[in-house]
C-alpha cells in the first residue's frame, strides 16, 4: 500500500485490483520459489555441456536434459507456492476486498460476523482436503540424480545480473517505499493514542507473547525433532502445521476447547502449534548428521546420557537451534490469522493494532499504520541480525 496504494510513493493506485494481489503474493513467494530453483539450476551446467558435446543443439540439450532434471524442482516450487498462496489471509483481506475475498477470509467472516461455527468448520475442511492434495503431490513428486559437484554460475553474466537486480529490486522496493513514507510524527501519535490500542501496548502484548508461545513451541520443537530423527514417518506430520492456516487453527482451537475461549492459553497454544515446526525443520537435518559414535564413546567414557547431550551434541546443534529459534519467534512476532480469531481487546499485538488502524479511514490511522508495520519491520530484521551474528559466533 505505501508503493501502489491510494496513497503510494508511485502514485498508482492498484488497492482492490487483481493486479496488486498478485503482485504481493510473488513478493512473498518469489524468494520461496528461488530457494528451491536455484540449487538445482546452478548443478545443471555439466550435463548441459556434456550433451553439448555429444553433438546436441542448446535448444534440443535443454529440453532433453536439462528441462527433466528441473521438472521436479519447478514441481516442488510450483506446489510450496500454492500451499502458501491458497492458505494466504493478510494479504486478500487487507487488499482484495469483498471482489477477491478468499477461503480465508470467508472462514473469518464467517466467525466475526455470523458465529457461524458449523459453515466456517465446513469451509475448513475443504481447504484442509486442498491443502493434503498438494503435499501428496508434492511428496510424491519424481526425482532425478543431479551431477555431483559443487554450485557453478549458469547462463551469460548479464542475464544473471539482470535477473538478480530485478529480484532484489522486487523484494526491496516495497519495503524502501514502507520506510520512506513513515512520518515520525505518526509514530509519536501512535504511542499515545486515545482512538486505537497504543503502541506501548501493543508493543508490550507482542513481545510478551512472543516470549512465552517461544518458550512453548523450543522443548516442542526439540522433542518432534529428536522423535523425528530414526522416524522418517514424522516427517509429514511436522509439516502439517506449516500447511494449515492460522485462521483454521484458531478455529480448531476454538471448536476444540470451547471453555478455554477467551483463555490466552489458547492464543499462546496457537502460536506455539504454527511456531515449532519451523525451529523443529531446521533442528533435524543437523541431528540426523550427528555420528552416533560420538554418543556412544561420551557414554563409554562414563557420561550419562544427559551428560552426554548437555557436552557433545547440544554445541554441535546450536547453530541448527539459532536458526530455527530466529525462525520461531519471527513467525511468531508476525502472526495475524490466528490472532485475529482469537482475539481479545486487551491482547491487541503489532500485527493486529496495523490491522485496526487500516480498518479506519483518514489519513491519520493510515499514517499511523505505516509507521507500525515499519517498527515490525525492523524487530523481524532485528531477529535476523541478531542470527547472523549468532552463527558466526557459534559456528
Keep these: 500500500m505505501a508503493l501502489l496504494g491510494p496513497r503510494g510513493l508511485l502514485g498508482v493506485d492498484l488497492y482492490g485490483t487483481l493486479a496488486l494481489l498478485l503482485l504481493v503474493a510473488l513478493f512473498y513467494n518469489l524468494g520461496l520459489a528461488l530457494r528451491v530453483l536455484v540449487p538445482v539450476a546452478l548443478r545443471l551446467r555439466g550435463a548441459l555441456e556434456a550433451a553439448r558435446v555429444l553433438g546436441a543443439t542448446p535448444y534440443r540439450a535443454f529440453f532433453r536434459v536439462g528441462l527433466p532434471l528441473l521438472l521436479p524442482a519447478l514441481g516442488s516450487a510450483g506446489l510450496l507456492v500454492f500451499i502458501y498462496a491458497f492458505s494466504a489471509f493478510g494479504v486478500p483481506l487487507l487488499l482484495g476486498g469483498g471482489r477477491y475475498a478468499t477461503l480465508e477470509v470467508e472462514v473469518y467472516t464467517l466467525l466475526a460476523h455470523r458465529l457461524a461455527f458449523a459453515e466456517a468448520a465446513a469451509l475448513t475442511l475443504l481447504q484442509l482436503f486442498t491443502l493434503a492434495l498438494a503435499a501428496l503431490l508434492y511428496l510424491r513428486l519424481p526425482t532425478y540424480p543431479l551431477p555431483p559437484g559443487g554450485p557453478e554460475p549458469v547462463g551469460r553474466p548479464w542475464a544473471l545480473t539482470l535477473g538478480l537486480s530485478s ?108 511456531a515449532y515446526p519451523l525451529l523443529a525443520r531446521a533442528l533435524l537435518p543437523a541431528l540426523r548428521s550427528l555420528p552416533k559414535s560420538l554418543l556412544e564413546a561420551a557414554r563409554v567414557l562414563g557420561a550419562t546420557p544427559f551428560k552426554a547431550f548437555w557436552r557433545v551434541e547440544l554445541p554441535l546443534l546450536l547453530p541448527a537451534l539459532a536458526s530455527g529459534s530466529t525462525l520461531a519467534l519471527a513467525a511468531i512476532l508476525g502472526e495475524f490469522g490466528a490472532s485475529l480469531v482469537l482475539w481479545r481487546p486487551e491482547w491487541t499485538t503489532l500485527t493486529l493494532a496495523i490491522y485496526e488502524r487500516l480498518g479506519r479511514p483518514g489519513e491519520g490511522p493510515y499514517r499511523e499504520a505505516l509507521a507500525l508495520a515499519a517498527l515490525l519491520a525492523l524487530l523481524s530484521g532485528l531477529l535476523f541480525y541478531l542470527l547472523d551474528r549468532g552463527r558466526g559466533r557459534i559456528g
Excluded at 532484489?168 to 490500542?197: I, M, N
Excluded at 508493543?203 to 512465552?212: A, D, I, V, Y
Design 167 to 274: 529480484f532484489f529490486l522486487l523484494l526491496y522496493a516495497p519495503l524502501l517505499a514502507l520506510f520512506l513514507e513513515v512520518d515520525p510524527g505518526a509514530l509519536a501519535r501512535a504511542w499515545a493514542s486515545e482512538d486505537f490500542t497504543p503502541l506501548p501496548v501493543a508493543l508490550g502484548n507482542s513481545l510478551r507473547f512472543t516470549f512465552l508461545a517461544f518458550s512453548l513451541a523450543l522443548p516442542l520443537g526439540v522433542a518432534y525433532a529428536g522423535a523425528a530423527r530414526e522416524r522418517g514417518g514424522l516427517d509429514l506430520l511436522g509439516l502439517f502445521p506449516l500447511m494449515v492456516s492460522p485462521v483454521a487453527v484458531g478455529l480448531g482451537y476454538l471448536l476444540a476447547y470451547p471453555s478455554l475461549r477467551g483463555s490466552l492459553a489458547l492464543l499462546l497454544a496457537a502460536y506455539a502449534l504454527l
